[in-house]
């Protein structure tokens, strides 16, 4: 599974922007779905999870509410639909796929990582 992520770039705090992360290679239908983040000098955190049908969903407490995660499995896509950004939201994102149906947070738990957008916030 290739996956191509998008949609990052420069905003101001109180903005939105809209990630997208095209997969190629294979169907990511029955796949849960993940984006992660990572900021200069700090670990790749968890930030939202969606499993294979779209109707499980589950955010880091630091974006609920204000980040959607949500998947078109026919168009092999899933979407982070940010808002109300704020300047500690500045990273790289990046979206990655769990060959399971089940969202876990961990790192470490998923199998196929795209290369990473920069979304940077601005105060």
């Known amino acids: 599974v290739q996956l191509q992520a998008s949609g990052g770039g420069l905003v101001q705090a109180g903005g939105s922007l809209r990630l997208s992360c095209a997969a190629s290679g294979s169907t990511i239908s029955t796949y849960a779905m993940g984006w992660f983040r990572q900021a200069p000098g700090k670990e790749r955190e968890f930030v939202a999870g969606?499993?294979?049908?779209?109707?499980?969903?589950t955010y880091a407490d630091s974006v609920k509410g204000r980040f959607t995660i949500s998947r078109d499995n026919a168009k092999n896509t899933v979407y982070l639909q940010m808002n109300s950004l704020k300047p500690e939201d500045t990273a790289v994102y990046y979206c990655a796929v769990r060959r399971s149906i089940m969202v876990v947070t961990s790192v470490g738990a998923y199998d196929y990582w795209g290369q990473g957008t920069q979304v940077t916030v601005s105060s």
């Open positions: 969606i499993g294979w049908n779209g109707l499980s969903t």
